[in-house]
């Protein structure tokens, strides 16, 4: 059984910033990409952003130059540092992981979302 524990969510005026944390924890035997989805209510969930093991990101173009995802290995933590916020930015924010879970000899690889925690920008 893996976890996902995020924070750092809130409110925040407009050019403000935020940034979350996502800590994975459990039977965990390797995290493979690690990444930030948003959605808005009725919309579908997007991807906001993703790192690889290695550390190569991938970003939505909305989100360029704003934010920025970085993670740390030995903590089993991504974050996404969010700066020069704008009210459409408005989401829950859910962190997701390829976690790689030994079963017997083998790894097997399931994908883990967190709970979701809350941005609301004003303007």
């Known amino acids: 059984q893996v976890q996902l524990v995020e924070s750092g969510g809130g409110l925040v005026q407009a050019g403000g910033s935020l940034r979350l944390s996502c800590a994975a924890s459990?039977?965990?035997?390797?995290?493979?990409?690690m990444g930030w989805y948003r959605q808005d209510p009725g919309k579908r969930r997007e991807l906001v952003a993703s790192?690889?093991?290695?550390?190569?990101?991938n970003y939505a173009d909305a989100v360029k130059g704003r934010f920025t995802i970085s993670r740390d290995n030995a903590k089993n933590t991504v974050y996404l540092q969010m700066s020069s916020l704008k009210p459409e930015d408005t989401a829950v924010y859910y962190c997701n992981t390829h976690v790689g879970v030994r079963v017997g000899v083998l790894v097997e690889e399931y994908d883990y979302w967190g709970q979701g925690t809350q941005v609301t920008v004003s303007s």
């Open positions: 790192i690889s093991r290695g550390g190569s990101t």
């Open positions: 459990g039977s965990i035997f390797s995290i493979n990409t």
